[in-house]
């Protein structure tokens, strides 16, 4: 099993990104996928998730500006970041939720 994230970089304030999340070795439409972040000095807050049904939630602190989407073709779960922000700076990993898998993150820098 293996969960790769890419896409990530660095974007103005009020700028777009999106990350990628592509796995190997399960389907991941069976699976509840999460996005987590990490800021330096800070612990690992998640972000939002994709249910297996396709039900999507979301911090709050990311609520209407992050979308969560999943192509099951590609087998890839994605985080589109609309009107980012400089708190928004972190490392963004991909994680599958029962099975407790963890890629190896992104880096997303928002400065101007």
């Known amino acids: 099993v293996r969960l790769v994230e890419s896409g990530g970089g660095l974007v103005q304030p009020g700028g777009s990104l999106r990350v990628s999340c592509a796995a190997s070795g399960y389907i991941v439409s069976l699976y509840t996928m999460d996005w987590y972040r990490q800021a330096p000095g800070k612990q690992r807050e998640w972000v939002a998730a994709i249910t297996s049904g396709g039900a999507t939630i979301y911090a709050d602190s990311v609520k209407g500006r992050f979308t969560i989407s999943r192509d099951n073709a590609k087998n890839t779960v994605y985080l589109q970041m609309n009107s980012l922000k400089p708190e928004d700076t972190a490392v963004y990993y991909c994680?599958?939720?029962?099975?407790?898998?963890w890629g190896q993150g992104t880096q997303v820098t928002v400065s101007s």
């Open positions: 994680h599958q939720n029962q099975n407790d898998y």
